[in-house]
């Protein structure tokens, strides 16, 4: 057994909580820069610029990158031979009360759906814990604003519809979301399992290194295809029109029912703040 | 191009969606809460004619500084609310995203623009706030009524008073 310090834990949830809500990955920056270069739109090329120069000031470290800074989600893949000193889901959400205030980072958790009284801490956070063979904890946080969140979506498309239907569904939610959940975006995407993995499919969808590629040919080939598709339907940067709508799609899938095809769509808006920790 | 709240009907006129302005003054914060309640607000204690509403919900500003992150929220949500403040004399807003076939169709009526910020520069928008003052709803926290002081507050008109939109969805 490998015994994974509070402390140490804590600090690191707290680190990344603060960091990843000043500064993005030099990957996704990248590619911003490369869109805006590209970009052929005035008005979406200026978008853009204000993007990139709103990364350049939060990253002084004074002013959060958004003014939503999020609920925080965290997927834990936890070591079968790790063991915790300590409670970890109440651990964990100290950590995220404690980077959301010493961070000055907005709260922006009800603690109610429907009576909707602010926690004041910005908790709970969404947890998704799994148990991995080895004796390390893997951590993938991200800190998920609103408004994109508010676009995504669950279908049960049916089997016969196949990765058409998918990119049909994908398409007409990108267009209909336009500038509301603050592109460009990354496309995550869900298929497969039941109706909750899909969309825990589409959240992990978007935690991907923007960068990599999908190890399925076919998949990788529609990734390609449908981002190319989506960036012509003219939404463009916060939706004034534009080449640039989304700066990746990312499927994952998992088997799923002889008689399903669930699809989850989860879109990440270009405050796209996430962080891979290992324990 | 620069703009300078309050906005006379005149100005209006002249803006066209897709225009980046620069504004340098006066804005009033207010989203969804404070909307309730300025609508049933008869005498808010500040002049609602020609102001600019801002749809902001900032981060809790940092030791030394006037306010934090400060872009701008969805703007669908205030549509039905916003109506009656345009009556009431307010020429503008700033928020993001699409908005309402009736909100579009009062901006006419009323003579008041819909402008957007770029949704998630809340940090570039914050360093151009020099000034925020409470005016009402102190309760709210984040959701308060405040007045900001800005300078060179980049945004864009994204409906016009002819009935033109920045949208690229509304251009098919
Ligand atoms: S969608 Fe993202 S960038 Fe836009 S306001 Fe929300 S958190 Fe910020």
Redesign the pocket.
């Given at each position: 057994m490998r015994t994974i310090e509070k402390k140490i834990f804590q600090e690191a949830i707290k680190q990344a909580l603060i960091e990843m809500n000043h500064e993005l990955s030099p990957a996704f920056i990248s590619r911003l820069a490369s869109a805006k270069e590209t970009e052929t739109g005035t008005v979406s090329k200026t978008i853009l610029d204000d993007i990139l120069q709103n990364h350049e000031i939060a990253r002084k470290g004074t002013f959060p990158l958004?003014?939503?800074t999020?609920m925080v989600v965290v997927f834990a893949d936890v070591g079968q031979e790790v063991y915790f000193s300590f409670d970890f889901e109440s651990t964990l959400n100290e950590a995220v009360a404690e980077a959301y205030a010493e961070g000055y980072l907005r709260k922006s958790i009800v603690d109610d759906p429907i009576h909707r009284r602010n926690s004041e801490t910005n908790t709970p956070a969404i947890t998704h814990i799994r148990l991995v063979p080895g004796d390390q904890l893997r951590l993938r946080i991200a800190a998920k604003?609103?408004?994109?969140e508010n676009m995504s979506t669950v279908r049960m498309l049916k089997p016969n519809d196949g990765l058409e239907g998918v990119r049909q569904e994908t398409l007409k939610a990108i267009k209909n979301a336009g500038g509301r959940?603050?592109p460009p975006l990354i496309v995550g995407i869900g298929l497969g399992g039941n109706l909750e993995k899909s969309a825990l499919l589409a959240k992990e969808a978007i935690l991907r290194d923007i960068d990599d590629k999908n190890p399925d040919p076919e998949l990788a080939q529609f990734e390609q295809q449908l981002e190319t598709e989506i960036n012509e339907l003219d939404v463009g940067p916060m939706g004034v029109g534009g080449e640039t709508t989304c700066l990746a799609v990312k499927v994952n899938t998992f088997p799923t029912h002889i008689a399903m095809l669930p699809f989850a769509l989860n879109l990440q808006?270009?405050?796209a703040r996430h962080r891979e920790v290992v324990l | 191009m620069k703009l300078q709240p309050p906005l006379d009907r005149r100005t209006v006129r002249k803006l066209q969606a897709g225009d980046r302005l620069l504004i340098s003054g006066t804005l009033i914060t207010a989203r969804d809460q404070a909307h309730l309640r300025l609508v049933e607000e008869e005498n808010p204690g500040f002049d609602l004619e020609g102001a600019i509403i801002y749809y902001v919900g900032p981060t809790p500003p940092k030791p030394g500084h006037q306010i934090g992150s400060s872009?701008p929220?969805s703007a669908y949500r205030m549509d039905q609310l916003a109506i009656p403040l345009l009556s009431r004399g307010v020429r503008g807003m700033i928020g993001?995203g699409e908005r309402s076939a009736e909100l579009r169709e009062a901006l006419e009526t009323h003579e008041a623009v819909y402008l957007i910020a770029t949704?998630?520069a809340?940090a570039l928008l914050a360093s151009r706030i020099k000034k925020r003052v409470p005016l009402l709803y102190e309760d709210l926290g984040p959701e308060a009524v405040y007045r900001l002081e800005v300078e060179d507050f980049p945004c864009y008109v994204a409906y016009d008073v002819h009935g033109n939109s920045i949208f690229g969805s509304d251009r098919q």
């Open positions: 958004c003014q939503d999020g604003g609103g408004g994109s959940p603050c808006c270009h405050a | 872009g929220t993001k949704g998630g809340g």
